[in-house]
């Protein structure tokens, strides 16, 4: 339906990445007044938190765009999930240290995108902000061109046709 309409690809893939950006917005801003609430902002780096989520928020939705455009249907998001979503969830430094896996995992990690959305915001959050947090925002800022750049040639191969 959307098709019919005068917009484009890139426009309609970036009103999909708005709307993921104004909830992320909306988000990131009631978790920093918690987090400020009870004290869990322990430097003034922290106001970038909010900024830093909205570019994590940027990233994993182009992941999205990216990703639902090879998909047909509902159930193939099952193997994605699973295969991808899944790991990247568990072994992304959320629940557990980093340096509690042995040495090849480690390498893996730090390819994850979840593990540097993390580490970025923990370091801004807790005011340990040095180059590893400006990788993250490099890594961060390549995924979300990247991930972009395969949405809108997928969507264009899909829905101009």
């Not at 999205?64 to 047909?72: D, E, H, N, V």
């Not at 998001?77 to 699973?82: A, I, L, Q, T």
């Amino acid at each position: 339906g959307v098709l019919a309409t005068p917009m484009g690809i890139t426009e309609i893939a970036l009103g999909e990445m708005m709307w993921a950006l104004m909830r992320a917005a909306l988000y990131a801003v009631a978790m920093f007044v918690i987090m400020l609430v009870a004290g869990l902002i322990l430097s003034p780096w922290g106001l970038l938190m909010v900024p830093a989520a909205l570019l994590v928020a940027a990233a994993f939705s182009a992941a999205g765009l990216a990703g639902t455009s090879y998909l047909r249907t509902v159930n193939d998001f099952d193997v994605p999930m699973g295969l991808i979503v899944m790991p990247m969830f568990l072994f992304s430094g959320t629940f557990f240290p980093v340096g509690i896996y042995p040495e090849p995992i480690q390498w893996l990690m730090q390819v994850n995108p979840l593990y540097h959305s993390i580490s970025l915001i923990r370091g801004l959050s807790t005011g340990l902000v040095g180059a590893a947090q400006l990788w993250d925002f490099a890594f961060l800022a390549a995924f979300f061109a990247i991930c972009m750049w395969i949405a809108m040639r997928q969507m264009e191969r899909k829905l101009i046709k």
